[in-house]
């Protein structure tokens, strides 16, 4: 009870260090994904007849056994790459869209993997894969939070008894920025906000099938619960990140604009102020048995955005 205890304490402070950190200047209003500049050269929507995604191989899982097994996957318009960390979902096929999509979308992109850990061996535990979005590359370098960017996405929810038949985490939306490692830290280092999106499985003891959106995280990298989903079909995820290093997060069902009454939580995960933008991703996630599949997720027209002007950037660098 004691050591506890003693963990709580160490979280209350770190928690109150991350308040005075701000102290003495107002956080930024949240600004809705979607704000300002499209960057047209970032992001997909899937309607490219000659769309294809070149698998190169086995999938990295370095993350595991330390094996990128190069080269990378990568699609053919060179919007999305393998993550050499996790690796690549074994299914990543453009699909047509689903009822109740965006009005102008014909296509997606579906996501679903087998095995999820290293390929052909099970590792019995829950792990996930990656797909990244081609953004630093593209751009030709990184967005200052200063600029603040945005990026969002539009995922279908399947039925549920489509769902891989476990309770849990399935499918994520996350974005990669750099922060500093402490207050009085000049060195940065990555991490990942974003949300997670959980299936509540009435067979394992909830009330009713249903899935929770998890949003990692607050100040001392906890998941805080967002919104609940009840029924399948089309919810818009949408981040946006601030010059005061501050997330802030947007979910609403269907497919329109998210607006400010979408706003689900503003917070600085792991008590680190996010200072540079460098990509976003999505997570597949299953119990890596060699026997289920993961849920099938649909997405569509992942976009990023920035609000404020932005000069030309040089690759591998931060403009502030």
Known sequence: MKIVHFRRRLAMIASIAVLSFFAGRAMAAPVVPGTGFHVAQ????????????????????????????????????????????????????????????????????????????????????????????????????????RRVPSCLVRVFIPPFKHWEKRSGASFGFRADVTGPKSRYSREQEHYWPGMFIQFN?????????????LIRGDSNGHELAGPTINK?????????????????????????????KDHVTSQIPYGSPAVAFHTFFFNVVNWDD???????????????Y???????????????
């Open 306 to 320: 920035y609000r404020y002007p932005v000069a030309r950037l040089n690759k591998g660098t931060v403009r502030r």
């Open 232 to 260: 399948p079909g089309w919810w818009t995820l949408g981040m946006s990140f601030t010059g005061d290093g501050v997330v802030h997060y947007y979910a609403s069902e269907g497919v329109d604009k998210l607006t400010q």
């Open 290 to 304: 060699g026997r289920r599949w993961s849920t099938p997720w649909i997405i569509d027209d992942p976009e990023l």
């Open 201 to 213: 499985r009435k067979a394992d003891g909830y009330k009713k099938d249903s899935a929770t959106i």
């Open 42 to 145: 970032c992001g997909d929507d899937m309607e490219d007849a000659d769309w294809t995604w070149y698998p190169n191989g086995a999938k990295s899982s370095s993350n595991i056994d330390g094996r990128e097994r190069l080269p990378a996957g990568l699609s053919k318009n060179d919007r999305w790459y393998e993550s050499t960390y996790r690796g690549q979902p074994d299914i990543i096929r453009r699909v047509p869209t689903p009822e109740g999509g965006l009005p102008e979308s014909n296509h997606s992109l579906l996501l679903r993997s087998f095995y999820t850990g290293p390929p052909g061996r099970p590792t019995h535990k829950m792990q996930q894969d990656d797909l990244l979005l081609n953004v630093d590359g593209r751009l030709g370098g990184y967005l200052s939070t």
